[in-house]
């Protein structure tokens, strides 16, 4: 305490002994507080361990209260307990975080989001809360935040098996672009996805070519399953998956090899689970349609007899076509003048020559008209002459002797296909068959 | 602390407070020695002792606050339950009782406990020379957690406040410090009680300054800041640093999103003069009913807090902080916010109205907190172009109303971002506040602390007056020099000889040096009839000299010299012995008369 005082002073004897007592006071008097202020803080301590501890006890309770509501699908009850949790732990991030999504699951969007980024400005990337900003974003039609924030949650930071969250996330990213209809988007990020994913874990890879396939990008699709059934050549998953994608390609050959093999699978094999009963009878019918195309392409590695046979087929099945669809164009409000003054005689046994007897009474058209391409004014007209510029009759004789009208027969056989399909809708039957031919003749038999 | 301040008239000692006995005084006194004694033994000591004991009082007073906070959670969940809603039977019946109990103890055992505390520190530090005793700290500490933790619409700060300046005082009374340094310390642990409940010790110590001492002073200041950085420590230590509100970011979009704040700082500018007249009409009718309804106030307040709670609003009860929190994070609608601001004002004026001990401070950051978060969650509905964000209005219409209710605006700025810990919203508050002190002051007078004084009979300073009050300067009662003057070294003779052409009551010497001597006629003759003609004038002078006096000086510093002096010279600060003019006493005293 000397401290406090001069160490020389003008004092006397007396002043010098009471100088003393007043330092031995003081002394005390500091020795005293300091024991009473470290007493007070034991005691405060104690009453605050004591709260403490009690406010964990409380918080815990309520939140498993929280916890049973949210799994009871009450979130008003689970908002109140949860609520009432965080009042007693307030810096529990994982309970501010179940607050948030019961707020959610109440309808309470807008809290829920505020709550989030409260709990975001502490946590700065945090993959888990920037995914539940992006399903709120999503759930209030905010598309282009709900991206954004789809993003950062992928490249935000995620607690224990951050690589598996993070693929879940995209995937779940991925479902939403496409809800949306934003396929591009959804398919750069399915090749990230994909690149992304182990080669070993089947189902992920499924996931992704299934995923692939709601993408509309089929051809991806097809190159996934057929790196899964590389791997493994008898999973029935990966054998439909092929199988509808090659189908939706054109590769009807594929899908033949595919389908056929997914359906011969045998009920007990692993991964051959028969699935719904829609999608085996749509893998059927897939497969009649492949088999019954291939049975219709006049192929060009088929022997020459079979080919021409085909050839004439299919020039019957289009002839008919064409000539559907002109009485059908004919009789349609759109040339309803045309039609009553020039009614379509009864079809005769020829098609072609009824078709172009019809055509030659049509009145004559303007100048103006006449000087145009005839099959930018109607495509059937010039498709129409095309047809008359072939022998009325081929038979497999000459068609054989003269392969270049066999390759024209075969093109004027497709376009028919390709041009009646543009005037008068998708045909049913082998045409349907012919046109799925006409528009990738080239893909039919890749394999 | 006194009846006086409290129940005017009743005090068996004038000029003590009540609940003090005179003898415990004495009692104290007894074996120390005289401080006149102690100053001539040890003449440093209190200096010295002061910065120690201002640590020592911010420890103990941090430790009594968390205390009283833990105590006040306590009582909370033990009364209320640990999580309230309506309809619970038991939010309807534990404030009457609790209520009941406080006010038999505020009439029985402690009768200076009634009030915030605010006022009671003031008339310690202006009446009774600081003394709180420690009944009354005890009393207020029991009291005021009753009722904070029963439901009441109270707060715990300002008597947080009242028992950090309770424990300063009782602390230095055991040193035996001079009146002057016990005085002092009233407002010493005022901010440092203020400062650990409130986790904010810049506020702290600018809400003493601005409210208790009412200017700033250098001879204190560093103490309260000991005090107050000590007890916060002390707090942070136990509560943890963060700040009280967890505050979304805040960036400001453009120039017309202060617009809207401006709206805010109207609003809050009328919700505190509702608040204020509402109280300033309650308060003292009910202070003037028969003493024995003193018994039955607080149970009646406590019933009506309870009714409120129990019918859909048990947000209003206690000081409602998380509430606070649950609005600025948008969790209700702005119709249910704007309810909750008006059933607050109602249950704070009849809770704090009733004399249940409490405090003002967190009802009125709770109002505010509801009218911000409410007028924010309106304009964001229907003003959809405003980027608004409800958080960042509840934080600026706590300022809004803190600076309109308490009229303490720079305070109020701190506090929002002390206890946000969020600066980047200092625009909006600092706009917001001020339209809402202006609109305030221009619709209230009187501050609120103000009006509880005169309710309560008492005439403490009007802290809002004095921040306020011009000060005058030299400069204000300065006028030219019309004095002849002579240099020191003229001889009486040539004095003499232009005295008499000149006529003048009075000289004006400059000496070699640059210091001014001044004389009346009546001291020169004098000087002149003693000396021979040829004596340089500064040989013949007295040795002490007019001090050095500049026109920026308080027009007070004069004073002290015009004994001696009959006119002082005012130099110029630039150029030493250059005169600006000269003051007598005739001019300051006609300068203050003019004030």
């Not at chain 1, 996805?193 to 992704?208: F, K, M, R, T």
């Not at chain 2, 009218?371 to 924010?376: E, N």
């Not at chain 2, 706590?398 to 700025?413: E, I, Q």
């Not at chain 2, 007056?465 to 011009?470: A, M, P």
Request: proline share 7%.
């Amino acid at each position: 305490m000397s401290f406090f005082f001069a160490l020389k002073s003008p004092l006397n004897a007396s002043d010098r002994i009471e100088r003393r007592r007043l330092i031995f006071s003081d002394t005390l008097s500091m020795v005293t507080l300091f024991a009473i202020t470290a007493l007070l803080a034991v005691l405060t301590n104690y009453l605050y361990q004591s709260y403490a501890s009690h406010q964990v006890e409380l918080a815990a309770r309520w939140l498993q209260r929280g916890e049973q509501a949210l799994r009871d699908n009450k979130p008003q009850a689970a908002i109140d307990a949860l609520s009432s949790a965080l009042a007693f732990a307030p810096n529990d991030r994982s309970t501010a975080i179940k607050l948030a999504e019961a707020l959610a699951d109440a309808g309470r969007i807008q809290e829920a989001t505020v709550y989030f980024n409260a709990l975001l400005e502490s946590q700065q990337g945090n993959g888990l809360i920037n995914l539940q900003l992006a399903r709120l974003a999503a759930r209030q039609g905010n598309e282009s935040q709900a991206i954004e924030d789809y993003q950062k949650a992928i490249y935000g930071n995620w607690e224990g098996d951050g690589y598996v969250r993070r693929r879940e996330v995209r995937l779940e990213l991925i479902n939403y672009l496409i809800a949306h209809h934003r396929l591009n988007q959804a398919r750069n990020e399915l090749l990230v996805a994909s690149g992304n994913a182990p080669s070993d874990d089947i189902s992920v890879q499924l996931e992704i070519a299934r995923t692939m396939e709601l993408a509309e990008d089929p051809g991806d699709a097809l190159h996934v399953y057929k790196t899964i059934l590389h791997h493994h050549p008898s999973l029935r998953e990966a054998l439909d998956g092929a199988g509808h994608t090659a189908f939706q390609l054109g590769y009807y050959l594929q899908a033949k090899h595919y389908l056929s093999r997914a359906l011969e699978l045998p009920a007990t094999e692993p991964g051959s689970d028969q699935g719904p009963a829609g999608a085996l009878r749509q893998s059927r019918d897939e497969l009649a349609e492949a088999s019954r195309l291939l049975a219709l392409y006049p192929s060009p590695r088929l022997n020459p007899r079979e080919r021409d046979s085909r050839i004439l087929t299919a020039r019957k099945l289009a002839m008919a076509r064409l000539a559907q669809c002109t009485r059908d164009k004919a009789t349609t409000p759109a040339n309803l003048p045309t039609a009553t003054s020039a009614p379509a005689p009864k079809s005769s046994s020829n098609p072609l020559q009824s078709l172009a007897s019809r055509f030659s009474r049509q009145p004559s058209k303007p100048a103006g008209d006449q000087a145009a391409p005839p099959a930018a004014v109607d495509p059937l007209q010039g498709l129409l002459q095309r047809w008359q510029k072939l022998p009325a009759k081929i038979s497999m004789a000459d068609l054989e002797k003269d392969p270049e009208l066999a390759q024209t027969q075969v093109q004027l056989i497709y376009d028919t296909e390709l041009i009646t399909q543009q005037v008068c809708g998708a045909p049913l039957g082998d045409d349907a068959l012919l046109l799925k031919i006409a528009q990738a003749p080239n893909q039919v038999e890749e394999e | 602390m006194s009846t006086a301040t409290e129940t005017p008239g009743v005090n068996p000692v004038p000029g003590m407070p009540e609940g003090v006995d005179p003898a415990e005084i004495a009692a104290e006194r007894r074996y120390r020695p005289n401080p006149a004694e102690v100053q001539r033994l040890a003449p440093n000591r209190d200096e010295r002792l002061f910065l120690v004991l201002a640590i020592f009082i911010g420890v103990i007073s941090g430790l009594m606050v968390v205390c009283f906070r833990v105590a006040i959670s306590w009582i909370q969940v033990l009364t209320l339950g640990s999580s309230p809603h309506p309809g619970q039977l038991r939010l309807f019946l534990v404030p009457m009782g609790v209520g009941l109990v406080v006010a038999a103890l505020v009439q029985l055992v402690f009768p200076g406990a009634r009030g915030s505390g605010i006022n009671q520190t003031k008339a310690a530090l202006y009446i009774y020379n600081g003394y709180i005793s420690f009944r009354m700290v005890m009393g207020k500490f029991i009291t005021a957690g009753l009722a904070i933790g029963g439901g009441f619409s109270l707060g715990p700060e300002d008597p947080s406040l009242q028992i950090g300046a309770g424990v300063a005082s009782i602390v230095s009374r055991r040193l035996n410090l001079s009146r002057e340094r016990l005085r002092m310390f009233a407002p010493i642990g005022a901010a440092a009680g203020l400062a650990a409940a409130f986790n904010a010790p810049i506020s702290a110590i600018l809400f003493v300054v601005e409210e208790v001492i009412g200017r700033w002073s250098a001879a204190v200041l560093g103490s309260i800041v000991l005090a107050a950085i000590s007890s916060v420590v002390v707090a942070r230590w136990f509560w943890g640093p963060e700040p009280m509100f967890r505050i979304p970011v805040v960036t400001l979009k453009g120039p017309q999103e202060l617009l809207a704040y401006a709206v805010l700082g109207i609003a809050g500018g009328v919700a505190s003069l509702l608040l204020s007249k509402a109280l300033g009409y309650l308060r003292p009718r009910l202070r003037r009913l028969p003493r024995w309804t003193f018994y039955i106030q607080p149970p009646i307040a406590g019933l009506i807090v309870g009714a409120i709670a129990y019918f859909g609003a048990p947000q209003v009860m206690g000081p409602g902080y998380n509430v606070i929190d649950q609005a600025m994070h948008g969790q209700f609608t702005w119709k249910f916010l704007l309810a909750l601001a008006l059933l607050k004002i109602v249950a704070t004026t009849i809770s704090f109205s009733s004399g249940t001990p409490g405090g003002m401070f967190a009802p009125t950051l709770f109002i505010g907190a509801m009218l911000g978060a409410s007028i924010g969650t309106f304009e964001k509905i229907f003003f959809t172009s405003f980027p608004i964000s409800v958080g960042s209005y509840a934080l600026v219409g706590m300022g809004v109303l803190f600076a309109a209710f308490l009229r303490v605006p720079l305070t109020s700025v701190f506090m929002v971002l002390e206890v946000s810990g969020n600066y980047s919203i200092v625009l909006p508050v600092i706009l917001a506040n001020t339209i809402a002190y202006l609109v305030s002051r221009s619709l209230q007078p009187y501050p609120i602390f103000e009006t509880f004084t005169h309710q309560d009979g008492l005439d403490l300073p009007s802290m809002e007056e004095q921040r306020e009050e011009s000060v005058l300067h030299l400069e204000d009662a300065l006028r030219p020099v019309t004095l002849p003057v002579f240099p020191g070294t003229a001889t009486l003779q040539e004095v003499s000889a232009q005295l008499a052409i000149a006529d003048a009551p009075m000289l004006l010497v400059k000496l070699r040096d640059g210091s001014w001597y001044a004389m009346n006629r009546g001291e020169y003759t004098s000087i002149a009839a003693t000396q021979t003609p040829d004596t340089p004038l500064e040989r013949a002078l007295k040795p002490d000299r007019i001090p050095l006096l500049f026109p920026d000086l308080p027009l007070d510093s004069a004073i002290p010299y015009l004994a001696r002096w009959p006119v002082l010279p005012i130099q110029n600060r630039a150029s030493k012995g250059t005169l600006e003019g000269m003051v007598t006493l005739e001019d300051v005293l006609c300068r203050y008369q003019q004030q």
